[in-house]
């Protein structure tokens, strides 16, 4: 694919600037701050109400796009050893089997997503635990009133994508209130430094030799990126960050984890997107002319700490298959030792590399007119 890629506007502060006309970059600098103002927000919602009738059955969250992210990131954050399902509801239905035993979180940074509201009103007709997450003096906030249930203001970050932690943190701290899961005051603390660490590396003024995500983001230029994650949390940022490659770039992706993506993905490192064998590569007397305009994958592999000892021969193994194949591998390891902390900083990373890529392409990574065009459709 033939992509024109200007590595100076990242590098550049005037031209950085006006080609983020919407402040993106500012928008994912905000994530501590929001850590912060979550935690402050939901100590004041009165969450503790949530546990007076014992530990619910499951945890079901309501929520679509930016929103609905943030019940994947609990379920990653409660682990694999969570007591009760953390189940995400994208659409507009409510599972059958979930009623009165069960804890459904509805959670829309505007308060006014249709899907949210529609389960969250389904929720409330059926007596179940509720949890409200959203835009305040929205539908959702009335919602709330009228069933009683614990709400949490969030102050938007200016896109739902970019305001995750102010939409997630409250639900980490309802599954704490639940015994869910253990994140002290310190672990918060620590998530919002990390993240800060992050945001400092990462910096617009930092030049791109020294910045990984600005460098992450010209590998990547006219590639496609094929996200892997080496563990259940890893693999919910893979998906997070082919979300974000999709808004802010306006670019596709492909995302997967180990061991599943071992199963059906890795077969595409010897299909048309390939980049071609070594021996191929080294071939003096090959074709360039058709090769320039080929489109190749791209294995980005966000590894985690806490990997299952056969996933991590997978992931090295399939690094080699696909270097061996002419297929560009980028790695990105979480940081820190809490899964809270660990998530923060592979998405932090990741979020930055995908505003970098946009605005190496000439991309506004703010604005989702085609959203925005199929909603006023529908309406």
């Known amino acids: 694919m033939s992509v024109i890629v200007d590595s100076g506007r990242l590098d550049d502060p005037q031209a950085l600037a006006a080609a983020d ?20 927000l939901a100590g004041e919602a009165g969450l503790e109400r949530l546990a007076e009738d014992g530990r619910p059955r499951a945890v079901v969250v309501a929520g679509m796009g930016g929103s609905g992210i943030s019940g994947d ?5 409660c682990g694999v050893g969570c007591p009760v399902p953390i189940v995400t509801v994208r659409g507009y239905r409510l ?15 505007s308060g006014t997503t249709e899907e949210t509201l529609l389960v969250a009103a389904e929720a409330m007709r059926r007596g179940c635990r509720m949890l409200m997450v959203g835009g305040e003096d929205s539908p ?55 993240l800060e660490e992050v945001a400092y590396r990462c910096r617009p003024t930092s030049e791109s030799f020294v910045n990984p995500a600005k460098q992450i983001a010209l590998d990547l230029a006219g590639e496609l990126p094929m996200v892997w994650g080496s563990s259940e949390l890893a693999a919910t940022v893979a998906y997070r960050m082919c979300c974000q490659l ?23 490192f010897d299909g048309f997107f390939a980049g071609g064998t070594a021996g191929d590569i080294d071939d003096f007397f090959r074709d360039r002319a058709e090769e320039a ?18 996933v991590v021969k997978r992931r090295e193994i399939s690094a080699e ?59």
């Open 321 to 379: 298959l696909a270097r061996e194949r002419g297929i560009a591998v980028t790695e990105i390891t979480a940081e820190g030792v809490h899964p809270l902390e660990r998530i923060a900083s592979l998405i932090a990373m990741s979020d930055y590399v995908t505003v970098y890529l946009a605005i190496a392409l000439g991309v506004d990574p703010t604005p989702v007119s085609a959203i925005q065009e199929l909603k006023a459709r529908i309406a």
């Open 95 to 109: 599972p059958g089997w979930v009623g009165a035993a069960d804890l459904v979180i509805a959670v829309s940074c």
């Open 246 to 268: 999709n808004e802010n770039a306006k670019y596709p992706a492909v995302f997967g984890g180990l061991p599943e993506a071992n199963h059906n993905q890795v077969v595409a």
């Open 140 to 194: 959702l906030a009335e919602l709330a009133a009228r069933a009683r249930a614990p709400f949490v203001p969030v102050r938007s970050a200016g896109q739902p994508r970019s305001t995750l932690w102010g939409l997630s943190i409250p639900l980490v701290l309802a599954a704490r209130e639940l015994g869910l899961t253990r994140v002290s005051d310190e672990v918060l603390e620590a998530t919002a430094r990390r």
């Open 293 to 310: 305009e080929r489109t190749r994958l791209h294995l980005v592999m966000l590894r985690d700490a806490d990997e299952h000892p056969q």
């Open 73 to 77: 990131v609990l379920a990653a954050v």
């Open 21 to 40: 006309p919407g402040d993106m970059l500012r928008q994912v600098a905000s994530s501590a701050a929001q850590v912060r103002q979550a935690r402050y």
